[in-house]
């Protein structure tokens, strides 16, 4: 499967921005989907995932309550919704898709396939 990120920019502390990914191919259901972003200097780190068929999702301690991923199937895109952002939520936020996992996994080397990354900037 290939993944397309797209939907960052600049925008000030306090603000909005919602990422989308779209899929190709015809199983995008059968993966879990995860988002993960990787500020400058710092590792890749897991932010949110949702199930194959998106009636569990789960999130990094430091975005609950302000980010909300969902997926649409039928359109093979899954998105993450990000309010009251912070300058430390500034990083390359990027896509992936895992075929194996039962549930979720919050691990990268879970995730078979990865987007190209969508850079997200928050100003103070």
């Known amino acids: 499967v290939q993944l397309q990120a797209s939907g960052g920019g600049l925008v000030q502390a306090g603000g909005s921005l919602r990422l989308s990914c779209a899929a190709s191919?015809?199983?995008?259901?059968?993966?879990?989907m995860g988002w993960f972003r990787q500020a400058p200097g710092k590792e890749r780190e897991f932010v949110a995932a949702i199930t194959r068929g998106g009636g569990s999702t789960y999130y990094v301690d430091s975005v609950k309550g302000r980010f909300t991923i969902s997926r649409d199937n039928a359109k093979n895109t899954v998105y993450l919704q990000m309010n009251s952002l912070k300058p430390e939520d500034t990083a390359v936020y990027y896509c992936a898709a895992d075929y194996g996992s039962p549930g979720y996994s919050n691990s990268r080397t879970s995730y078979d396939y990865w987007g190209q990354g969508t850079l997200v900037t928050v100003s103070s």
């Open positions: 191919g015809r199983t995008f259901s059968r993966y879990v």
